[in-house]
Antibody, heavy 121, light 107 residues
Framework: QVQLQESGPGLVRPSGTLSLTCTVS?????????CGWIRQAPGEGLEWIGS???????YYNPSLKSRVTMSVDTSKNQISLRMRSMKAADTAVYYC??????????????WGQGALVTVSS | DIQMTQSPSSLSASVGDRVTITCQAS??????LNWYQQKPGKAPKLLIY???NLQTGVPSRFSGSGSGTDFTFTISGLQPEDIATYYC?????????FGGGTKVEIK
């Protein structure tokens, strides 16, 4: 069973940059992946941030695209998220997720437990 | 952008009831739709993929149907452990979006 674990700072200053890492266990990303980041503001619904394909293609939520970069480091088996110019409205639980290995469908079968990020001075 | 309109936003039903949630896409997404269950404080869990396919290990009382712009998620016989918020998610055209969610409670 694939496992994902997010890590990063719980507190980010306004206008600062968020850097989160998702470490994948029990599966090698070098074998292929479809993964993504999703966030959830307190008491709100799910918001897609972006997705990465093994081909190297990345796609982002148009409303966040100008501030977001996602990448995969297969040597460390990690998925990363960087979000610039953070503001209070970006306070949320951030989830990394991925599709089942070698699955033809684009669904998020596996999820991390989530990382709470608070934007505050 | 494709907008997903999910309804109702909340519902209350009795144990054993049939529960139906609908999701409407702002344009044709064929069958590129998934359904997730999220319990409080937990990550979402995939229940249905490609509109009607039951994820391995998910009880058969959960089902999905639809194509194009209109989709339905059904719980045939609500159980106490089904208390959660349910989300539809489309993945047409390489971009993803979620519905607003439906909170299911026991009456």
């Amino acid at each position: 069973q694939v496992q994902l674990q997010e890590s990063g700072p719980g507190l980010v200053r306004p206008s600062g940059t968020l850097s989160l890492t998702c470490t994948v266990s029990r599966y090698s990303l070098s074998s292929g992946y479809y993964c993504g980041w999703i966030r959830q503001a307190p008491g709100e619904g799910l918001e897609w941030i972006g997705s990465l394909y093994h081909s190297g293609s990345s796609y982002y939520n148009p409303s966040l695209k100008s501030r977001v970069t996602m990448s995969v480091d297969t040597s460390k088996n990690q998925i990363s998220l960087r979000m610039r110019s953070m503001k209070a409205a970006d306070t949320a639980v951030y989830y990394c997720a991925m599709a089942a290995p070698h699955s033809p469908r684009e669904a998020f079968d596996f999820w991390g437990q989530g990382a709470l990020v608070t934007v505050s001075s | 952008d494709i907008q997903m309109t999910q309804s109702p936003s909340s519902l209350s039903a009795s144990v054993g009831d049939r529960v139906t949630i609908t999701c409407q896409a702002s344009q044709d997404i064929r069958i590129h739709l998934n359904w997730y269950q999220q319990k409080p404080g937990k990550a979402p869990k995939l229940l249905i993929y490609d509109a009607s396919n039951l994820q391995t290990g998910v009880p058969s009382r959960f089902s999905g149907s639809g194509s194009g712009t209109d989709f339905t998620f059904t719980i045939s016989g609500l159980q106490p452990e089904d208390i959660a918020t349910y989300y539809c998610q489309q993945y047409y055209n390489l971009l993803v979006s979620f519905g607003g969610g439906t909170k299911v409670e026991i009456k």
